[in-house]
């Protein structure tokens, strides 16, 4: 389990809806847009600002590739179905074939690697802003504070947005204010099949979150440690935790720095927060 201490989790809700609902309406926006991939960040932001905004005002888009799975929509659906927020279907396989198509007389000879899945996510970026430009409505990056440390993040990707409502809690303290959020509502707002699920950006076949990183709850332990704690690598002593492990993550910090610096704004429920923050 993580060491990070719990917080309180209304008032982390109510300073993370009232800071969207405050960033939205001061920058002349009254609604928003966000991707839904049927993951706990995006469905955990969505409830966020439907919360904060209202749900004529949030507007969800499904992004389906060749890799993703059923339940990236099935979920999606049932996410927005309980929140009552409208939602567009835009696949984007016959965008993924123009590129390959495009590009393949430059990479010829080289295979397949992460570039084909940044590809991937800088398409779904493009469609996000499309909507936002389209419609003027403010896009919501949907990343965490694990992600943004270990730099598990796509740059004009996933990162893309006005406001990053999340991007100051570790993707265990998502999980937990999600859970805090159903039992205020009395229901499984956010489906369960999203708790239970193995987390994943979809962006080969069977990828999994931790082919990349260590398991969160590890994760954001050390992260927590040198971050939160501002202590020395050397110095931190977790249950489980090789000094290869706090390597490693120390490691994934510093080889993303340049990522942190062209993130959206974001909205701090610590002291120490990465990026702009909003002030609330």
């Known amino acids: 389990m993580s060491s990070i201490p719990a917080k309180d989790w209304k008032s982390v809700w109510e300073l993370l809806t009232s800071g969207i609902r405050d960033y939205v309406r001061k920058n002349g926006f009254t609604d928003v847009v966000l991707g839904l991939s049927g993951g706990m960040d995006s469905a955990l932001v969505a409830a966020l600002a439907v919360d904060a905004l209202g749900k004529d005002h949030v507007h969800g888009v499904m992004m389906p590739s060749p890799w993703s799975s059923e339940g990236s929509i099935t979920d999606s659906e049932a996410l927005a179905a309980n929140l009552g927020m409208e939602t567009f279907t835009v696949p984007i396989s016959p965008m993924m074939e123009a590129f390959e198509k495009a590009l393949a007389p430059a990479f010829a000879g080289r295979e397949r690697d992460v570039t084909e899945e940044n590809i991937q996510s800088r398409i779904r970026g493009v469609i996000m802003m499309s909507f936002s430009n389209k419609f003027h409505w403010m896009l919501l990056a949907t990343g965490n504070k694990s992600e943004v440390a270990a730099g598990y993040c796509t740059m004009y ?124």
């Open 157 to 280: 990707g996933d990162t893309c947005g006005g406001l990053a409502p999340i991007a100051d809690l570790y993707k265990t303290e998502v999980y937990q204010l999600a859970q805090w959020f159903n039992e205020r509502e009395g229901m499984c707002a956010i489906p369960q099949n999203i708790f239970d699920k193995a987390p994943s950006a979809e962006l080969r076949p069977g990828q999994k979150d931790q082919d990349s990183l260590p398991e969160y709850d590890m994760l954001d332990s050390i992260l927590h440690a040198l971050i939160e704690e501002s202590k020395r690598a050397e110095d931190i002593d977790l249950p489980g935790v090789t000094p290869e492990d706090v390597n490693r993550v120390q490691s994934l910090m510093r080889r993303s720095a340049f990522k942190r610096l062209q993130l959206p704004p974001l909205l701090p429920v610590g002291n120490h927060a990465f990026g702009v923050h909003v002030h609330m």
